[in-house]
């Protein structure tokens, strides 16, 4: 058995099978999860689709049902922050910070716009454009920010007037179910339900006919899977996938500054943000200075458990990323690569691996060509910006990039350039929710956020009245 319980048709049910969940500052299990049965995901599906029957009819009841889920969150941050950072590794701030950013987007979502709008209203016609729900979502999360990328897609398909099935990862699965059994009190029975188990759950989910649109967020590699298996049931598809973001640094700015604000953007969540930077690319001018700020950063990186205090990096999540960390190091390092700081596992207990930056590796190395999703940076000089461009856009990633410069213009220009859905100047990583996030190319379909992340769980329909 388990502590945690999955939230059906409104109500903790029972399960028999169980996974283990291993905190990953230890590398040990520390609970077991629920592993839903079809039966069960068929029970949700059947509930799911008797509360959408009422849920969709109240905009008002919808609006103010969010922002109570919003103050529940709240509420709840201090609890859920200490399960996410059991499972999850991050520092427990980050993780309180995480539940009250879900909160807060519950809270915005509330009061998007979703009226309907009259196109023409004339002597010959009358024409509405309505918004409508589309039924079930399935929602399918990571492991690197379960809470805050679930929230992205709860708060606007709920508000749309669509009943939604949450199934997190396995890696991070009972901070979601906690969510779960925080807002089943708040929202009526079937409209919000969380079912944790393996990967095969999110291809039955992906496979089932009642569910009219998947909205995932994960890796390039599944996506492609699921835009497969939601094919015969013409699913709509949103896709937030991975990203391989390049920051190019131009030569007029202040070395030291940069590389501070880099860094942080490199090593945040130990790496594992889909639009961390990936690749750095520096004016030659000032490489040798920018790599030894960015190296000496990461030797004081103060890296720990996240419960404790001043820790300001967690392990890497799980097994299989650790090993997939090492490989990219090791591969950089037989590829003639120089490590600068780290370049291994740190000499303890979990996953833990020290923020590393590796120099003289350029593309056709792994490290640089491939998603590391982890405390690992490859930084690399180039002498014409123009060239940077071109070696940052030869990818089938697009999902962000940044330009660093003093010339806010020309940085400008030359983010527009980059081949991504998000281009920044002088930042990376800020996420907003009054913009659209979407990668381009391979980094995914679709986007979320705002009135634009709203829109993909609706549909329009036109009712064109004849007067006279
Ligand atoms: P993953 O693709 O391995 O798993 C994500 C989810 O998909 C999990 O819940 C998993 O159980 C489920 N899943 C696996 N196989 C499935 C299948 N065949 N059908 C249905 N569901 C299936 O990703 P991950 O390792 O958890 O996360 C890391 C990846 O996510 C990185 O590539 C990262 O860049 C990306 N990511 C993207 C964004 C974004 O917004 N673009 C945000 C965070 C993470």
């Given at each position: 058995m388990s502590d945690f319980t999955l939230t059906i048709a409104g109500e903790a049910a029972p399960t028999h099978a169980t996974l283990d969940v291993i905190n990953p500052a230890t590398g040990k299990a520390f609970a077991a999860c629920?592993?839903?049965?079809?039966?069960?995901l068929e029970t949700t599906i059947e509930a799911a689709w008797d509360a959408y029957q009422?849920?969709?009819l109240d905009l008002p009841a919808r609006r103010a049902a969010l922002t109570a889920c919003?103050?529940?969150?709240q509420a709840a941050a201090p609890e859920i922050g200490k399960v996410l950072t059991q499972e999850q590794g991050k520092p427990l701030d980050a993780a309180v910070n995480e539940v009250m950013g879900a909160a807060a987007w519950f809270q915005i979502s509330a009061g998007l716009p979703l009226e309907t709008e009259i196109l023409q209203d004339d002597d010959a016609f009358r024409i509405e454009l309505h918004r409508k729900p589309l039924g079930i979502v399935g929602a399918i999360t990571p492991w690197n920010f379960p809470i805050v990328l679930a929230s992205w897609k709860i708060a606007p398909a709920l508000?749309?007037?669509n009943s939604l099935v949450l199934k997190p990862s396995p890696y991070t699965p009972l901070s979601s179910l906690k969510m779960g059994e925080v807002l089943r009190d708040t929202l009526p029975p079937g409209v919000f339900s969380v079912l944790s188990g393996?990967?095969?759950?999110g291809k039955w989910i992906c496979e089932h006919e009642a569910v009219r649109k998947i909205s995932f967020t994960g890796s390039v590699a599944t996506g492609k899977k699921i835009q497969e298996t939601s094919a015969p049931t013409l699913k709509r598809v949103t896709l937030e996938l991975g990203g391989n973001d390049p920051a190019i640094v131009l030569g007029d700015v202040d070395p030291k500054a940069v590389a501070e604000k880099v860094?942080?953007?490199?090593f945040a969540n130990s790496g594992q943000v889909c639009v961390a930077v990936?690749?750095?690319?520096?004016?030659e001018s000032i490489y040798g200075k920018v790599l030894s700020e960015v190296a000496e950063l990461a030797r004081t990186a103060r890296v720990g458990d996240g419960f404790e205090a001043g820790v300001e990096y967690g392990p890497i999540n799980n097994g299989p990323q650790f090993e997939r960390v090492r490989e990219l190091v090791d591969d950089a390092v037989d590829a003639g690569g120089k490590i600068e700081a780290g370049g291994g596992p740190l000499d303890r207990d979990g996953f833990f691996f020290a923020p590393t930056v590796v120099s003289g590796v350029a593309e056709g190395v792994r490290l640089v060509d491939e998603e590391q999703f982890g405390p690992a940076l490859p930084v690399m000089p180039f002498r014409d910006v123009e060239d940077a461009l071109e070696r940052a856009n030869a990818t089938h990633f697009g999902l962000g990039g940044s330009i660093w410069t003093s010339d806010v213009e020309r940085g400008t220009e030359l983010a527009r350039r980059l081949e991504c859905g998000t281009g920044w100047v002088n930042q990376h990583l800020n996420l907003v929710p009054n913009a659209p996030f979407g990668g381009s190319k391979w980094s995914g379909i679709g986007y979320e956020n705002g009135p634009w992340g709203l829109a993909a769980f609706t549909e329009y329909q036109v009712v064109n009245i004849a007067k006279g």
């Open positions: 629920p592993d839903a049965t079809r039966d069960q009422t849920w969709r919003a103050g529940a969150l508000l749309a007037g393996g990967d095969e759950l860094f942080k953007a490199a990936k690749r750095l690319y520096v004016d």
